[in-house]
């Protein structure tokens, strides 16, 4: 089962204090779904996410297993907090992402899309992963379910991800930016994404995720990666080969030197539990 083939979605939260939804999606757009928002003729504006930051220093914290957890109990229980969590989801909601820059727009994507997740959790909350969250009887996790709306169009985590950032940026490091608030995605940082650091932080944020033993690791002479390099392998190049070559771009020097033994993978995994601060229950 792929990782986010079951769309995660995102607040349809209103337009609030007075603003009014910039951009909305002509007929034509709106018939051609989420690729109206790809990046064809990236604007020059830019947004901030300091907002976004705050909630995330606050509540992410670096595990001692190297997995960076969120605290979803101490943030469910501030009311201030989730409220301003809300604000600013609705805030992006009111802006026309493609007004941005091009890599305004990616973390614009990037920072709705994880802010959209951990809504979800704290709303179902207590839950064990985020697969619990099931809007429908045969809905397994919230991917599916189109609960934002942005330029007139009502969007789900799982078209964000695949229709857009997927589709329209064609970046694999596109992976290392989403966090489906489980232990074997790759981290929630206690940073938004911005344009301004964009690069060097998903540079960084592949390195980490690569050199952990989540990423990718030697089992018995064999490579074991995570289950992203399987699901998603036509980004990486669409080949045993492809993922590699990836993993080496990537790779420290002592798991570089690994994966100069093999040719092919050897196994994949994906631990689905929440990273909530603690380990789970």
Known sequence: MQRRQMIKGIVG?????????????????????????????????????GDWT????????????????????AWQGSTADRAALGRYLSGLQVQDPRQLT??????????????ETIRLVLDAWPI???????????????????????AGLRLSLDQIEHKILRAGFKDPRIHYALNCASVSCPDLRRQAWTAAGLETDLDAAARAYVNHPRGARMVRGKL??????????????????????????????GLKAQLATVSSIGGNAYDWKLNQTGGGR
């Open 54 to 73: 705050r909630l995330l220093t606050r509540y992410v914290s670096r595990g001692p297993d190297g997995v960076d957890r969120v605290d979803y109990g």
């Open 102 to 115: 091009r890599q305004g727009q990616m973390a614009y994507w990037a920072n709705l899309y994880n802010a």
């Open 224 to 253: 074991v990666v995570s289950s992203i390099y399987v699901w998603f392998k036509a980004d990486f190049g669409g080949s045993d080969a492809g993922v590699i070559a990836h993993l080496v771009r990537h790779a420290a020097p």
């Open 128 to 150: 064990g992963s985020i697969q619990d969250i099931r809007p429908n009887p045969l809905a397994i996790g919230p991917w599916k379910t189109p609960t934002l709306s942005v």
């Open 13 to 49: 939260a209103s337009a609030t204090g007075g603003l009014a939804l910039e951009g909305l999606a002509t007929p034509a757009e709106a018939a051609s779904g989420p690729s109206a928002l790809w990046p064809t003729k990236p604007g020059v504006r830019e947004i901030g996410h």
